[in-house]
């Protein structure tokens, strides 16, 4: 049973993080504001504008929605800020460029609520993603692949962990306390609700071509280091182990060249003085 008369404030805020998007932000609006009025939900609208030069904030407000200024560059930068400002039980965000499907909107809601998730996403990935609404390279490579280390490292089974649509139980997010302000704060709202012990559920969703004329903001190789480079700064065990099995490999590669000698194998002699040089580096690390 949905709660929609929170003393406190609304049930949910939803917020769009902005940047130049005048073309498709306010179709973006009246897609939440359609897709919730069928419930009696109460709810608000916060654009946080993270410095637009075009009509973007003045959109906002002839709609007469919430308009957070955010100084710091970056679309993590952008959500912190509006987050920080929402007053809802429950916070849900999405990119203001007119490719998620907001209709989903009451369905990821119901979900969280039902079920009493810290986080929903709504994944991309299936029938309703449009063949031309994402490259390639982050259809089939990127996002799986980032994917794939966070369940490895981190161990969840997020399939789509770049999703730009979700909705979070703000208390859980004030909790976790994302810092990154790039495209990495993803990855980190992700893993550090996973290492809080966070419930995390996927919805199927999807993904359409933006109306929009102009390109899109990400950079393939800069933004998918970041992510990569996020989800491996928050596995310090890795790099433990790593380091213990260079050890290992060091010490006992560095006895065999004591007890043996140099080793021929066909025209290349192994475990001389530059192979002992090597595992004693190993040893070293």
């Avoid at 939440?32 to 407000?61: C, F, H, M, T």
């Avoid at 306390?177 to 966070?198: C, D, H, T, V, Y």
């Amino acid at each position: 049973m949905m709660n929609s008369n929170r003393s406190d404030g609304p049930l949910l805020s939803f917020v769009f993080p902005c940047l130049n998007e005048e073309e498709t932000l306010q179709n973006c609006i009246k897609e939440v504001r359609d897709a919730l009025k069928p419930y009696d939900w109460s709810y608000e609208i916060i654009v946080a504008d993270n410095g637009s030069e075009d009509r973007s904030p003045q959109i906002a407000l002839n709609e007469g929605i919430s308009l957070v200024e955010v100084l710091p560059q970056g679309y993590g930068a952008a959500l912190q800020g509006g987050i920080t400002e929402s007053k809802g039980k429950w916070v849900a965000f999405c990119d203001a460029d007119g490719t998620y499907y907001l209709e989903d909107l009451p369905k990821i809601l119901k979900s969280a609520e039902e079920s009493d998730a810290d986080m929903v996403l709504a994944n991309r990935f299936g029938p309703r993603l449009s063949s031309r609404a994402m490259p390639l390279l982050h259809r089939y490579l990127g996002t799986p692949l980032l994917a794939l280390a966070i369940r490895l490292l981190h161990g969840n089974k997020i399939k789509d962990c770049n999703s730009g649509f979700r909705c979070l139980k703000r208390e859980s997010y004030l909790k976790w306390q994302p810092k990154s302000i790039g495209m990495e704060f993803a990855s980190e709202l992700l893993i550090r609700a996973i290492q809080e012990n966070a419930k995390i559920i996927e919805i199927s969703s999807g993904l359409r071509v933006s109306p929009r004329k102009r390109e899109s903001k990400l950079s393939t190789w800069r933004d998918g280091m970041r992510h990569l480079l996020e989800i491996l700064y928050h596995a310090p065990r890795f790099f433990e182990r790593i380091g213990f099995l260079m050890i290992i490999i060091g010490f006992f590669g560095h006895l065999t060249s004591l007890l043996f000698g140099r080793i021929r194998i066909g025209n290349i002699e192994v475990m001389d003085v530059h192979t002992r040089i090597l595992f004693l580096v190993l040893r070293g690390i």
